[in-house]
């Protein structure tokens, strides 16, 4: 296992739901990211935190909304999701946040919004 | 539009030959690439990196070529073996803007049939 770990798995939920998806490093990493991966579409940054300082919003919507505790723990709470929303969320995580850093991956979540 | 693309889609190989999976950019100031594997069910796992400064480095079976003249990179896999069905993405650094982030390609589907 990467040392990355995502839960839920798999989640279900309707459009007028809320849901959080979590994500948890242990690998004492300062950086880790939001990504979403459609199918037939490349990997898509979402957010970056560093030093549980967001760094980076690739543009989200607001219905996506992040939040990093500690250096340890990485949240998406999601509300009023549309059904292009469905996808696999990838955490990641890396040492310093640097672009020339090995990032590691968790398993996803595999959302599904009816 | 996508800096990070691959030439082919899917690749099917017979266990035991080499594969070379092959990855086009259009961003000339990327100065450092990766390669990731993704298996069914699983996040991307870190396989190899090289830096603009290389054009050649090599791990266990797998050797990372970049072409900085053409803006083409590759991986080849070395007696490819059933568990190294997966799809295999590329990622390069993308410094525009001031922000460092790895910018991904769509993957190719790599099939071993035994």
């Known amino acids: 296992e990467t040392g990355v770990t995502q839960t839920p798995r798999h989640l279900v939920m309707g459009m007028t739901n809320k849901k959080s998806l979590k994500c948890e490093q242990h690998l004492g990493h300062n950086a880790m990211y939001w990504y979403k991966q459609s199918a037939k579409k490349p990997l898509e940054l979402m957010f970056v935190?560093?030093?549980?300082?967001?760094?980076e919003n690739n543009s989200v919507p607001s219905r996506f909304s992040p939040e990093c505790p500690n250096s340890s723990h990485l949240f998406l709470h999601l509300h009023t999701l549309q059904p292009e929303d469905s996808a696999l969320y990838l955490c990641?995580?890396?040492?310093?946040?640097?672009?020339?850093?090995?990032?590691?991956f968790g398993p996803g979540t595999r959302l599904l919004v009816l | 539009g996508e800096s990070v693309g691959l030439h082919l889609p899917t690749l099917s190989v017979q266990e035991g030959d080499n594969s070379i999976i092959n990855c086009a950019y259009s961003?000339?100031?990327?100065?450092?690439f990766i390669w990731y594997k993704q298996e069914s069910g699983k996040g991307p796992q870190f396989i190899i990196d090289?830096?603009?400064?290389?054009d050649k480095r090599q791990g266990q079976r797998v050797t990372v070529l970049l072409n900085k003249t053409v803006k083409h990179l590759s991986l080849q896999i070395a007696a490819t073996q059933p568990g190294d069905s997966a799809v295999y993405f590329c990622?390069?650094?993308?410094?525009?803007?001031?922000?460092?982030?790895?910018?991904f390609g769509k993957g190719t589907k790599l099939t071993v049939n035994p």
């Open positions: 090289i830096r603009s400064n290389m």
């Open positions: 961003n000339s100031a990327s100065d450092y």
């Open positions: 935190y560093n030093f549980k300082e967001q760094t």
């Open positions: 990622a390069e650094t993308d410094t525009q803007g001031g922000s460092e982030k790895l910018v």
């Open positions: 990641a995580s890396s040492a310093w946040g640097g672009a020339w850093e090995t990032q590691y």
